[in-house]
């Protein structure tokens, strides 16, 4: 079995904008620095959470360029190169090669649905054809790319296909593929949680990496999650697990990604708006979402940790 690239909590974060919607890159040295005081061992840029299916190819270099710099070997980068165009999709790949990142990741194109194997093996291998010497994980999240394929048949011909492929990230709520990727070919691939609500289950089916939004935040929550899968104790993983998703039903009363990225703002790295299509909360909406914040940081205390 191969030593894996991408271990314990790797943070999707959130990508700073000013009230203008401009990029502010001058957050992100801050914003890498949070995530290492929380021992956050990589950070997945330019994914959903990053909004990067919203940001311009120049602006997207940008962001990948001031998270390779701020990060200086500390934490991992992994560049979401993802585009509707495959061949867009390549140069970015290729420019997060030449900036340093360590590896890239791409989910399947979306407008015009991917239907076969085949199909999403052609527009991945051309895609990480970019980025020769970097890993390559495909970025399954079927809730946004409409495509719901085998990924065990995805390794299966994409394994010839693309000499650099590690693994997948796996954002769906299905229990049993999780399984067959962590074993399939004795665990040669490396399959990463990306639902932090199924955090527990990813670690009882033997996955060694997550990545998720609420790593940001909440990254000590998560930890103690897995230090107590790992002791055995699970009556108190399943309740701090229990807590997780109590998280995420939260945020999702405010609309998801729009709140999690305004609570940002209350730990002192205000990360801007979102921007469009996603629309920002109002401000008696942000009181509310304030209120909220403070009284599960009450009841969670590891989610009032001090970020330096």
Same mark, same amino acid.
């Given at each position: ?15 700073? +904008? ?22 956050? %061992? ?45 061949? /867009? ?8 090669? #030449? ?7 791409? /989910? ?13 093996? %052609? ?53 049993? #593929? ?11 691939? #490396? ?22 939004? *609420? ?15 790992? *002791? ?21 009363? +405010? ?23 996603? =629309? ?6 942000? =009181? ?19 970020? #330096?």
């Amino acid at each position: 079995m191969p030593t894996p690239l991408l271990t314990g909590l790797v943070a999707a974060p959130f990508t700073p +904008f000013l009230s203008d919607g401009r990029l502010n890159l001058e957050l992100i040295p801050a914003l890498c620095d949070h995530l290492l005081a929380h021992r956050v %061992s990589a950070a997945f840029v330019c994914g959903s959470t990053g909004e990067g299916t919203s940001l311009t190819d120049a602006e997207r270099r940008q962001v990948t360029a001031a998270w390779v710099h701020a990060a200086r070997g500390r934490l991992k980068v992994v560049v979401h190169i993802g585009h509707l165009s495959a061949s /867009c999709a390549r140069e970015l790949a290729a420019h997060a090669q #030449e900036v340093g990142a360590d590896a890239i990741s791409s /989910c399947a194109p979306s407008f015009f649905p991917i239907q076969s194997i085949e199909q999403l093996v %052609s527009v991945t291998a051309e895609s990480a054809a970019g980025a020769p010497d970097l890993p390559f994980y495909f970025y399954h999240i079927p809730a946004l790319t409409r495509m719901e394929l085998s990924m065990v048949d995805y390794l299966h011909r994409a394994g010839p296909a693309i000499p650099s492929l590690r693994g997948v990230k796996f954002t769906h709520a299905d229990f049993e #593929e999780p399984l067959r990727l962590i074993t399939y070919q004795n665990g040669h691939y #490396e399959i990463l949680g990306g639902r932090e609500q199924m955090l527990l289950a990813a670690l009882a089916t033997g996955a060694r990496g997550a990545i998720g939004s *609420n790593f940001n935040f909440a990254a000590p929550l998560y930890h103690e999650i897995w230090s107590s899968f790992q *002791n055995n104790d699970l009556p108190r993983a399943r309740r701090l697990q229990g807590q997780a998703i109590e998280l995420t039903l939260f945020f999702r009363r +405010f609309g998801g990604l729009r709140a999690m990225k305004a609570v940002m703002a209350f730990l002192g790295l205000d990360c801007g708006p979102v921007r469009a299509p996603l =629309k920002p909360l109002t401000l008696s909406e942000k =009181k509310e979402l304030e209120i909220g914040w403070q009284q599960l940081a009450q009841s969670t205390p590891t989610l009032s940790m001090p970020t #330096e």
